[in-house]
């Protein structure tokens, strides 16, 4: 039997329905949600994704800033504007559209926003928040893959999980959330001689890669859900997943598609992030703290 479709789409919706409920109610105690965006630069593509964001905050009645800025903005401009929203009340998460120029170091931009409103979960008190299970936000890609799993009803506890890629920012927040749930899990990369020999052991399969047909039929164990993260582009042009779709169908119990799958969920996360940021911070104003000190506000921002 083919494998059933895991529809990030339709998630998508019935979260956001609940997240504009969240919103709605918070407006109406004068705490409307809201997120600051902000790009440098003039790639396309990332254009598009923070129009994206944006739209959606407006569809689930968020507040919504965009600072766009030209391509030779510079790094300490660019942290003057995180360290002023930072302690903007009416902002509740900052986004800052990666990749940045050159010129600009990325870790040291996460690294200035408040992490009361870190909402896509880069930064590394984020990061060590995740790891030592305290309340804090999930990367936005990790955390939709684990509604995923969750909207298919099926059990983490004591499964074998196979994360394929490490990255900072899906493959190793996305072992960590599924340790969380109290499943077994192995990390791949580029460096695992035989990928298959792990991946045919697995329950569920997260591919994180970048690489088309990375994960084929044969290293697909019958009945594992698979969670396809990879946006490549196939020989066509069209937009294609890390997973071989059509053969990996024919195995799997649950699969997400990709255009339609983890994607949608990115978003869907973040919105969830910065309304659960605004029920957290109730408008108050944040200061960041520093790793090594445990509680001292950053220099500058307080
Ligand atoms: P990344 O930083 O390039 O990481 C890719 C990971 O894959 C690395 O850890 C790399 O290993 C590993 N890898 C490369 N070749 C491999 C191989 N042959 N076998 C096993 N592992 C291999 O990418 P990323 O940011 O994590 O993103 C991964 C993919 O997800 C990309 O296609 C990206 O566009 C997509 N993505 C989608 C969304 C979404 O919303 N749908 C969001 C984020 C990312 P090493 O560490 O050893 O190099």
């Keep these: 039997m083919p494998a059933q479709l895991i529809d990030g789409v339709k998630l998508s919706q019935q979260l956001r329905a609940d997240i504009a409920a969240r919103a709605a109610k918070l ?10 965006v902000i790009i440098v630069g003039d790639d396309p593509a990332s254009h598009v994704y923070v129009r994206n964001k944006v739209k959606a905050c407006g569809e689930v009645g968020f507040h919504s800033v965009l600072e766009k800025y ?17 302690v903007d009340p009416a902002i509740h998460g900052i986004l800052v559209q990666m990749p ?31 790891v030592a299970n305290l309340p804090g936000f999930r990367p936005c890609t990790p955390y939709g893959c684990m509604k995923l799993i969750e909207s298919t009803g099926f059990d983490l506890r004591g499964k074998h999980a196979v994360v394929i890629g490490r990255s900072n920012t899906v493959g190793k927040p996305m072992a960590l959330l599924l340790l969380q749930a109290n499943a077994t899990v192995t990390i791949c990369h580029s460096a695992t ?7 045919r052991q697995a329950d569920v399969i ?21 969670i396809d993260v990879g946006m490549n582009r196939d020989d066509a042009g069209k937009l294609c997943g890390d997973v071989d779709f059509a053969g990996v169908s024919e195995v799997a119990s649950h699969l997400t598609p990709v255009p ?14 910065t309304v659960e940021s605004a029920e957290r911070g109730l408008g108050k104003t944040q200061e960041k ?3 090594d000190s445990g509680m001292a506000p950053k220099p500058g921002i307080a």
């Design 289 to 291: 703290t520093e790793p």
């Design 206 to 226: 997260v591919a994180a890669v970048g690489r088309r047909n990375t994960v084929t039929a044969d290293m697909v164990k019958p009945g594992a859900i698979v």
């Design 27 to 36: 407006t109406a105690s004068g705490r409307q949600p809201g997120l600051a």
């Design 193 to 199: 001689p035989d990928l298959g020999y792990h991946t």
């Design 260 to 273: 339609g799958g983890v994607g949608p969920m990115t978003i869907t996360m973040l919105l969830m992030n």
């Design 100 to 130: 940045l120029p050159k010129h600009i170091d990325p870790t040291k931009v996460i690294e200035a926003i408040a992490t009361t409103k870190d909402v896509d979960g880069y930064s590394v008190l984020s990061a060590g928040e995740l």
């Design 70 to 86: 030209e391509a030779d903005f510079s790094e300490q401009a660019l942290l003057d504007r995180i360290a002023a929203l930072n």
